[in-house]
């Protein structure tokens, strides 16, 4: 697994020219440009657009230090290749959830070989403003929400060094997209009222190969960190989650076979989430599910509801389910050296409830995790008995 992961880190590393001997005086220097921002009651999205095809072709695209931009539409990032986007000051959407409706994100990057979005002083905001948003989806489900950023059909991809705050819905989407960094970042969707910021997944992933996720934190109400189908080679580490659903693969066959393959999670610290980390997979009558050569390695649990979980009935119940086993392949899942203790909402520190119609090869080392009290009972249902852990019936999920 540490093979695959140094091959993903070599071709993101590859996407660099190789050095050649030239005359100094003759090396090209790349373009810079620096979009207008006006004011607050204003829309700068096109002038940073349109950034991008000024600059793009290997140049720099700068958001400086100490300047608010405001954005009442998408930024499109056509005509970017190995382009550098700076991220110094603040990106900051408008509030008004009519104009966003129906967008897909705020930042779109799609069919871009070679990018940076970065900040290089530590200092760049990307700001949803998704309070509004909070607010108006817990009345009005028809509500659809942009993501902050969309990066879809790309490759060489890296992003690193700045906040982002208060998305309307998922951090970061990924789809269909190759080598892929994502590192030394912040997270955050915190809501002012009792309306929860929903969906905010801080990195979910499908259909994409050779993914990092690496020395982040993350505050929010969904899946931390979440490969879905079609995800192979994916490496999260030093990962920090407050108050999510956890370290997660799936949801998975909803639709057809949704296949995830060769992950590793791995120094992570949960707090207060709904599971540390755990598999999710939708039972018969939908589609089915493969899990492949799963890793977590090192997760820390406090105050987490479980430390472990594996849902085989995912939304559905119980009575549905029994009628309708998922059709399931789980293999090589290793769960090693958990520790910490969960908040004792449950008497299981994990529930494991495999399919029936399936295969269950998990393996289970140095479990460590206990409830407030001391107790560590895992609840299983048709897993191995190899699982490496004592096992008490009374599996749902």
């Known amino acids: ?50 950034a991008f095809t000024t600059c793009g072709n290997g140049g720099t695209i700068v958001i400086p230090e100490g300047v608010t931009y405001y954005l009442k539409d998408s930024v499109n990032f056509t005509g970017c290749a190995n382009c550098d986007f700076q991220i110094e000051g ?58 902050m950023m969309e990066i879809t059909n790309s490759k060489n991809v890296e992003v690193y060094g700045f906040w982002y705050k208060n998305p309307p819905s998922v951090f970061n989407s990924v789809k269909d997209t190759t080598n892929i960094n994502f590192h030394n970042l912040k997270l955050s969707a915190i809501s002012k009222s009792t309306n929860l910021p929903k969906n905010t997944d801080g990195f979910a992933v499908v259909r994409t190969s050779y993914t990092v996720v690496k020395n982040v934190e993350v505050t929010n109400t969904d899946d931390c960190v979440v490969p879905k189908g079609g995800v192979e080679y994916f490496h999260a580490e030093n990962v920090v989650c407050n108050g999510s659903h956890g370290l997660s693969i799936g949801s998975l066959g909803k639709s057809g076979l949704e296949e995830v393959k060769h992950v590793l999670f791995k120094n992570c610290t949960m707090i207060g989430s709904t599971k540390a980390a755990g598999i999710k997979t939708y039972p018969g009558g939908y589609g089915s599910s493969a899990v492949t050569n799963v890793t977590w390695d090192g997760i820390t649990v406090t105050g987490c509801e479980y430390g472990f979980q594996v849902q085989s009935c995912y939304n559905e119940d119980a009575t549905y389910c029994a009628s309708n086993p998922g059709i399931v392949s789980l293999s090589q899942i290793k769960v090693k ?11 299981p520190t994990a529930n494991i409830n495999c399919s029936p119609a399936g295969t269950c090869d998990i393996q289970i080392v140095n479990w460590g995790v206990t409830t407030p009290s001391g107790a560590n009972t895992v609840y299983c249902a048709n897993t191995p008995s190899s699982l490496g852990v004592t096992c008490t019936a009374g599996a749902s999920g």
């Open 1 to 50: 697994m540490k093979l695959l992961i140094g091959l993903a880190l070599c071709a993101l590393t590859s996407a660099a020219p190789s050095p050649i001997d030239i005359v100094p005086d003759r090396v090209a220097r790349r373009a810079v440009c620096t979009p207008a921002s006006g004011a607050s009651s204003g829309n700068d999205s096109p002038a940073i657009t349109s």
């Open 90 to 147: 603040t990106l900051k959407a408008n509030g008004d959830t009519n104009i966003w409706n129906g967008k897909r994100a705020f930042l779109q990057v799609s069919k871009i070989t070679g990018i940076k979005i970065r900040s290089l002083t530590g200092k760049g905001i990307i700001d949803g403003n998704g309070q509004n948003s909070y607010d108006r989806f817990a009345t009005d489900k028809t509500f659809s929400r942009p993501s």
């Open 337 to 347: 050296n958990f520790t910490g203790k969960t908040n004792g909402k449950y008497v």
